[in-house]
C-alpha cells in the first residue's frame, strides 16, 4: 500500500468554523521559499456573500491529532492470517504476554510493514499527523521491527512525522536473556540514526535492584546520546509495589536533566499505580517536576488500562476495580503535563478500539466524568496539540486556537450525509466532535499545508479549498 496521495498545496481554506466561534473564518498559508511545509500566514474573518448552500454548516477546522504513544510493531496481530492460532482464548494478561511473545518469533519485515501500514493508512484517515510509534528490540525480534519502522518513517514522512522508540519491552539487567537484549538495544542505538526515542520496561525486570539500573541506564543513555526517553512504568494497582516514579524523578534530578539544558522530554506511560496516591503524594510528584524544571509528561492509556489493569483483591466477585491515571485532574490540580494515547490496537494486549484519538477523547468524557465544553476542549488538546508537545515535536502552546505562524497540520470536519436518508445531523463545536467523533469519511485531513481528502466527495469542497497553480 503506498502512502496517501496528497493534493497540491492549500493556499487557503475559505468559510470555515474555529473552536468556539459561531462566526465564519478564512486560514490564508504561506509556504517558505523551497518549503514543502506551509505555516499558517493569517486567520481573518470571512466576509464573502457570494450565494452558497445555507443548509449545510460550514464544516469545522481543528489542529490534527497525535499518537503520542502507540506500538506500531505489535498493532493489528489478530488480523493478520498468520497469527489466527494466536486469537485470545482467556483474555489474561499473562495469556496475553505469551500469544505475543510467540507472535513475535514469527515477526518479518514483510509482516511488520504491512501491518505498520494499515496502523498509518487508518491513522492518518482518521486525522493523526504525527505519532510517537514504539519498536520492540530484543532476543525475540531482533532489529525485524526497527528496520520495518525506519522504512515506514521514510515512505510516509509527507503524511505523518514518525518518531521512533527504540523499545526494550523485555528485561536488560535481569534473566538469561538480559545481557543479549542490552546489547541488541545498544546496537541498535548505534546502527540506526532514526531511532528518536529510548524506551524501556522498569517493572518488567526481575528485582527492584535490576529496575532501577534499568532506570539510570535509560537515563544516561539517552543524555549521552541526546534522544527523548519514554518509560513504561508502575503498571499495577498494587499498593504494596514501590512506585517507581519517585526514583525516575531522582534520577534526572540527579543528573540534572532540566527543561533549560535540553529540548528532550521524558514520558511516563501507564502509571496506574499512581491512582492509588494520596492528594500529598500528587502535590509532591508535581512539586519535585517544577522544582527541579524537569521536561517530564505523562501519558494516560486508557484502553489498554480499562482492559488489563484491574486490582489484584477481589474481595467480592463482581468488585473488579480499574485504575488509568486521571489526566483532566492532573492537568488541573496538580499543574502537571499529561496526554492521552491509544496504546495497543488490535493484539492480545488490547483487542478493542480503533487506532483513533479521537474515540480516547471520547472515553474520557465518560471515565473522568468530563462533560463541560471545557473538559471537551481539554480533552482534544490531550489527543492533539498537548500531544505533540509531550513528545517535544512542539514548542509551542497547547491551545486548540489557530493562529499565525503555526504548522498548518489542519483536521476538517464535513458533513456528508452517511444516513441514506438525506439528513445529517451538524456537528460544529468542539463538545460535539468530542462527545461523539465523526466518521473518518467526514474528516479531511491538511498535512504541512496539502489536502489528504476522505476519498468522498464533498459539495463544499470546490469552494473552501482554494489550491496554488503548481
Ligand atoms: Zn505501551
Known amino acids: 500500500m503506498p502512502p496517501p496521495t496528497l493534493r497540491n498545496k492549500l493556499t487557503s481554506i475559505k468559510g470555515v468554523r474555529l473552536a468556539g466561534s459561531p462566526s465564519t473564518w478564512n486560514i490564508d498559508i504561506h509556504y517558505p521559499p523551497d518549503s514543502p511545509r ?3 500566514q493569517s486567520v481573518t474573518p470571512h466576509n464573502d456573500t457570494t450565494p452558497g448552500d445555507d443548509s449545510i454548516p460550514a464544516p469545522l477546522v481543528l489542529p490534527a491529532l497525535t499518537h503520542p504513544h502507540i506500538h506500531l510493531d505489535k498493532a493489528f496481530v489478530h488480523s493478520a492470517r498468520q497469527y489466527a492460532h494466536l486469537l485470545p482464548s482467556t483474555g489474561s494478561f499473562q495469556e496475553a504476554l505469551s500469544f505475543t511473545t510467540e507472535a513475535k518469533q514469527q515477526f518479518t519485515v514483510p509482516d511488520v510493514l504491512q501491518r505498520g501500514e494499515w496502523l498509518l493508512a487508518e491513522s492518518i484517515s482518521n486525522g493523526v499527523t504525527a505519532m510517537r510509534a514504539f519498536v520492540e528490540v530484543d532476543h525475540t525480534v531482533k532489529h525485524v521491527c526497527l528496520e520495518a519502522a525506519t522504512r515506514l518513517q521514510n515512505q510516509w514522512k509527507d503524511a505523518c512525522e514518525i518518531q521512533i522508540v527504540c523499545f526494550a519491552q523485555d528485561p536488560i539487567f535481569s534473566t538469561q536473556y538480559g545481557e543479549e537484549n542490552m546489547d541488541l538495544m545498544q546496537k541498535a542505538l548505534e546502527e540506526y540514526p532514526q531511532i528518536d526515542v529510548i524506551g524501556t520496561t522498569p517493572y518488567v525486570e526481575t528485582t527492584i535492584e535490576a529496575a532501577k539500573r534499568n532506570i539510570d541506564w535509560a537515563v544516561d543513555c539517552a543524555l549521552q546520546l541526546d534522544k527523548h526517553l519514554d518509560f513504561h512504568l508502575d503498571y499495577n494497582l498494587d499498593s504494596g509495589k514501590e512506585a517507581l516514579v519517585w526514583y525516575v524523578l531522582h534520577s534526572l534530578e540527579q543528573r540534572g536533566w532540566t527543561s533549560s539544558a535540553t529540548t528532550k522530554r521524558v514520558m511516563l506511560g501507564h502509571c496506574t499505580r499512581h491512582t492509588l496516591f494520596t492528594d500529598d503524594e500528587w502535590c509532591r510528584i508535581s512539586r519535585i517536576i517544577h522544582e527541579n524544571d524537569l521536561p517530564v509528561s505523562f501519558v494516560g492509556l486508557p484502553t489498554s488500562d480499562l482492559y488489563m489493569a484491574a486490582s489484584p483483591e477481589q474481595k467480592v466477585p463482581h468488585d473488579r476495580p480499574r485504575g488509568t491515571l486521571r489526566i483532566p485532574e492532573m492537568i488541573r490540580k496538580h499543574d502537571l503535563d499529561a496526554v492521552m494515547g491509544v496504546n495497543n490496537v488490535g493484539n492480545a494486549f488490547t483487542p478493542w478500539g480503533p487506532p483513533d484519538p479521537l474515540f480516547l477523547a471520547c472515553l474520557g468524557v465518560g471515565i473522568y466524568q468530563a462533560g463541560t465544553q471545557d473538559d471537551a476542549r481539554l480533552l482534544y ?81 470546490e469552494s473552501i479549498y482554494h489550491f496554488s497553480g503548481e
Open 38 to 40: 506551509g505555516i499558517i
Open 381 to 461: 488538546e490531550c489527543v492533539s496539540t498537548r500531544a505533540r508537545a509531550a513528545i517535544g515535536l512542539s514548542s509551542s502552546p497547547s491551545s486548540i486556537d489557530l493562529k499565525k505562524g503555526q504548522s498548518p497540520d489542519l483536521l476538517l470536519f464535513h458533513h456528508r450525509d452517511l444516513t441514506g436518508c438525506g439528513v445529517a445531523r451538524p456537528c460544529g463545536t468542539v463538545a460535539e466532535v468530542v462527545w461523539d467523533p465523526p466518521a473518518t469519511v467526514n474528516r479531511n485531513v491538511v498535512i504541512g499545508g496539502r489536502l489528504k481528502s476522505s476519498g468522498f466527495s464533498c459539495s463544499q469542497s
